[in-house]
């Protein structure tokens, strides 16, 4: 045959899982995933409700497990497909994989694929095939080179020194350039994986030329050439990498042997058959044949053709020389009891060649590294029987090598003992006919070898098993002893591009990991192996995932050691958890679990094949069931039943368990719970400090949990807070003149008097006498504060206003920050959309935005000028509120309250002011009218106390 040049492969496969059959609409649309074609992979519009079963193909797994659960057909997955490769999702949730000898497709610059297409046409002044593996381009004719090939920044170029080439014939993949020498036609074929050439030497004048008995190419290019030790060539790129091989170079003639053309059973009747004849692409089966030298010397690569085959005057005219540069991206080789480089085409040949007598083998190469770690379900070689000797059925059988890979360049001869015939491994036989010449008196067609069986299955599941990445088989024409190899009926031959392995497969499951249990129903503290539950019946949880995903069952078992033969004491065999993988599988023990005890679990998943994954890790869970309890509550400030510290006053709460005790759980009254980690040893202990911001009855509540969750009783400590002396600061500002303000509350040591500043004045009031305001500079102000302001407190005073349309705020009561006021009671004209109203208000920070109440004037008016109303401001620390009164009449306390929310802790330390409040550093919106009858109260005291206070 001639010779081929082309690429090796570089292959790079993904690893593979299998889904679970789920809705497609979900897989396909949900995920923004399409099913694709084939030709080419565009995508195909999908349905919601429905799929299209017509379509075999689709972008990937998901959706390729999709099509095939709603179809119940096999669907290859395009993301997976290579140029030997195809994957195919099946309906029941296993995956096949087909791997082929020879390149089956090409994968175009777009993305898609197409079925390789050899045939030549003109395109762009060159000759180039329609779809291969190899970018080669062939003369148009002329100067230039014959044949040109590129990849990956390496170029090669083969040309004709002997003068311009003619305009070539095209004959299918091959382009044939007539004349190149006197009787000579140069032939250079397309072939899947790159090109062959050789020349036509037409009659024995046309060989008496010296030009033919050295034919001289000139190579070009970056690649570098050189020999190897079989006789062919090695083509590196610049890198030094391999990048195509060739193997040695050939001659043969077109002889017809009329005593075996016929190649059929002498006991038969009938014409014999033709014998197929021999072409420049390869020999015929009676060809005589001769090897041929190859000389490198720089650029020129000159070969040197048999001179006695071509002196013979037997041979048989015309006579092929094909140069050396071919290779084989194909996955196979050949081997005959002679070592000869006698070329087999694309043939697998296996017998005794009916020609010379030699015995042949062939063996095939496939990428089985998707198959590591896979369970191995079905597994078959098939092949295409082209021809055999005999008319009846022979036999052939399959054999495992003794080594993986074959090692000739791939296309190309094994020395005859690379590969004995082993003793062991012999996987199946076959026996067929396949005579379409009509030598046996009807067309016997082209017949399909299938080699599968348990010894197959599992010699595959064995290299499966051995994370192999190459799986090598070889074709005799012997049986299981290896004998009648030499039967001369048993000659047959096969296509190498139709030679495939076909392996069904699956994963088994990954061994589940257990999960924490759920602190919402049965632990707490210790929720991970080694966990503690509080519940005899817990539930437990393992991670359940596959390797090609579908649904798991999954078995839990608990025993009472961590070992496969201690006590099963539950367990779900019988009725095992199905979950969609990956997902959580979920068991609840049923019963038998003891208070005390300490158990071991593990869980185990099954998927749809029934295959069985490892073992989870042994979990460890002990069970409590038995509540802690607390064993006392003390408080030097606040004992049990007893007047303690008066309010405010921070107290020390000590409580005491057992030593089951995790943590505390303690409340005041109705208040929010506070959990504490409990420390100590023996008794467990915590220490909880509270102050008390209302005097009376209260109750410290206090539960003790442990790690399991179990909460025991409340325990009560119910104490007494002494009420706070009723200290308060008050200016009756009934003085008929001075600078002075008595301040006449109960304060003792502490009282505040307060210092007149600017237009204020004494004049008769609401009870007695009142200070007096234009709103011009005047002011009552303390030499420092009276409240603290980070407390609870109350304000109020009897006013009456002037002149409400003076300014927008008019300031009763106030205390001084460094920058503002800390609270104001005050009037509002913005409040009641405009239309005023009395506030009180409260700064989160100094000269931060205030938050104010405000009555609304429904029960006793809006405010107006001339009458007198009295106020009163609340800051209940406790309730987190502000709250303003407005009381108008001192028989019935009648009147309005407003309220809202109010949280800030800052402490305003400046002077407590009558008659104005302070803004941006500076004393600002002043009181116009009187102020009677000041109060400030370091509590919250309560509407009735303020309306008591207010008519004394």
Not at 74 to 93: C, F, K, N, Y
């Amino acid at each position: 045959m001639a010779r081929q040049l082309l690429f090796r492969p570089d292959l790079n496969r993904s690893g593979r899982s299998r889904w679970l059959p789920v809705a497609l609409a979900a897989a396909l649309l949900g995920s923004g995933l399409a099913v694709v074609s084939d030709e080419p992979e565009a995508a195909l519009a999908g349905q919601a409700s429905s799929a299209d079963c017509s379509i075999r193909q689709a972008a990937d797994e998901m959706a390729a497990a999709a099509l095939a659960a709603e179809c119940g057909v096999s669907v290859e997955v395009l993301s997976e497909r290579t140029e030997h490769e195809q994957v195919v999702v099946d309906p029941a949730g296993t995956q096949t994989l087909t791997v082929a000898a020879v390149p089956q497709r090409v994968r175009r610059t777009d993305g898609s694929w197409a079925a390789i297409d050899p045939n030549l046409s003109v395109k762009g002044g060159a000759v180039v095939p329609a779809a291969t593996l190899a970018d080669v381009r062939f003369s148009a004719g002329g100067s230039g080179p014959l044949a040109t090939w590129q990849a990956s920044g390496s170029s090669f170029t083969l040309s004709w020194p002997l003068g311009a080439l003619p305009v070539p014939r095209l004959k299918g993949a091959t382009a044939v350039y007539d004349g190149v020498l006197p009787g000579v036609n140069l032939h250079v074929t397309a072939l899947p994986e790159g090109f062959s050439h050789s020349v036509e030497i037409l009659n024995s004048a046309a060989a008496a030329n010296p030009a033919v008995r050295q034919l001289r190419y000139a190579l070009g290019g970056n690649t570098q050439v050189e020999r190897d030790a079989e006789g062919g060539l090695r083509l590196l790129d610049p890198a030094g990498e391999l990048v195509a091989v060739s193997h040695a170079a050939s001659m043969w003639d077109s002889s017809l042997d009329p005593s075996i053309a016929g190649e059929f059973d002498p006991a038969r009747a009938g014409p014999p058959a033709q014998a197929e004849p021999a072409t420049a692409a390869e020999p015929g089966a009676t060809s005589q044949h001769a090897d041929v030298t190859v000389k490198l010397a720089g650029a020129d690569l000159t070969v040197l053709a048999d001179e006695s085959m071509l002196d013979d005057p037997a041979v048989t005219w015309p006579v092929f020389i094909d140069p050396p540069f071919n290779g084989l991206r194909s996955k196979w080789a050949y081997a005959n009891s002679a070592n000869k480089n006698w070329d087999v085409g694309n043939r697998a040949w296996v017998g005794r060649n009916p020609y010379d007598g030699v015995r042949y083998r062939s063996f095939f190469d496939f990428n089985v590294s998707a198959l590591r770690g896979t369970q191995i379900l079905a597994a078959k070689v098939t092949m295409k029987l082209d021809h055999s000797w005999s008319c009846d059925p022979t036999w052939v059988h399959l054999y495992r090598t003794n080594t993986d890979g074959i090692t000739s360049s791939s296309g190309g001869r094994m020395a005859w003992s690379t590969r004995p015939l082993p003793s062991s491994h012999w996987l199946d036989s076959w026996e067929g006919r396949a005579n379409e010449a009509g030598g046996c008196g009807s067309v016997q067609p082209d017949a399909d070898a299938v080699f599968e069986g348990t010894t197959l299955k599992n010699n595959v599941q064995a290299r499966a098993t051995a994370n192999a990445t190459t799986y090598t088989v070889g074709l005799c024409a012997c049986n299981s002893s290896g004998e009648y190899e030499s039967t001369q009926d048993r000659w047959k031959k096969f296509y190498t591009d139709k030679t495939y392995l076909v392996v069904t497969y699956d994963k088994k499951p990954n061994p589940p990991v257990g999960q924490a249990f759920l602190t919402t129903t049965d632990c707490h503290k210790a929720c991970t192996s080694p966990a503690v539950v509080r519940t005899t019946t817990p539930t437990l949880r393992a991670n359940v995932s596959d390797p090609y995903n579908g649904n798991l069952r999954t078995t839990f078992e608990v025993r009472a050691s961590a070992s496969a033969t201690a006590t099963l004491v539950a367990g779900n065999a019988a009725a095992p958890v199905t979950t969609a993988a990956p997902g959580t599988a979920t068991w609840r023990v049923p019963s038998g679990l003891a208070n005390g005890s300490t158990y071991y679990w593990r869980a185990q998943s099954k998927d749809e094949n029934n295959l069985v994954g490892d073992w989870s890790a042994w979990q460890t869970v002990s069970v409590d069931t038995s509540p802690p309890a607390v064993s006392s509550v003390s408080s030097s400030q606040y004992p049990l039943r007893a007047w303690g510290a008066v309010v405010g006053t921070s107290g020390t709460f000590v409580a005491n368990g057992g030593s089951d005790v995790a943590e505390f759980t303690w409340w005041v009254d109705s208040g929010s719970a506070t959990t504490v980690p409990a420390t100590g040893t023996s008794p467990k202990t915590i220490s909880v400090a509270h102050t008390p911001t209302t005097d009376m009855v209260h109750t410290l509540n206090v539960v003790a949990k442990d790690v399991a969750g179990n909460a025991g009783p409340t325990y009560a400590h119910q104490f007494w807070v002494s009420p706070l002396p009723n200290k308060y600061a008050r200016w009756k500002l009934d003085e008929l003149s001075g600078v002075a303000a008595a301040d006449s509350g109960s304060g003792g040591s502490a009282l505040s008097p307060g210092t007149l500043a600017g237009s204020v004045s004494f004049t008769p009031g609401y009870l007695g006498n009142a200070a007096s305001f234009t709103g011009t500079g005047g002011q009552i102000t303390t030499s420092g504060p009276v409240l603290d302001t980070t407390k609870s407190f109350t304000v109020m005073a009897w006013v009456r206003a002037s002149d409400l349309a003076a300014h927008d705020y008019q300031i009763v009561l106030s205390q001084d920050g460094t920058t503002a006021s800390r609270f104001q009671l005050m009037y509002n004209k913005d409040a009641n959309g405009g239309a005023g109203g009395w506030c009180f208000a409260m700064r989160p920070t100094d000269g931060g935005d205030s938050t104010s109440a405000c009555t609304d004037g429904a029960s006793w008016g809006l405010p107006a000028a001339g009458n007198w109303v009295h106020l009163a401001g609340v800051y209940d620390v406790a309730a987190g509120k502000i709250r303003a009164y407005v009381m108008g009449d001192p028989l019935s306390c009648g009147g309005e309250i407003a309220e809202t929310a109010f949280t800030g802790t800052w402490s305003a330390t400046g002077s407590f002011a009558i008659g104005r409040g302070l803004s941006s550093g500076t004393a600002a919106n002043r009181w116009r009218g009187e102020i009677d009858d000041v109060y400030a109260f370091q509590r919250t005291l309560s509407a009735w106390e303020i309306c008591q206070q207010a008519v004394q």
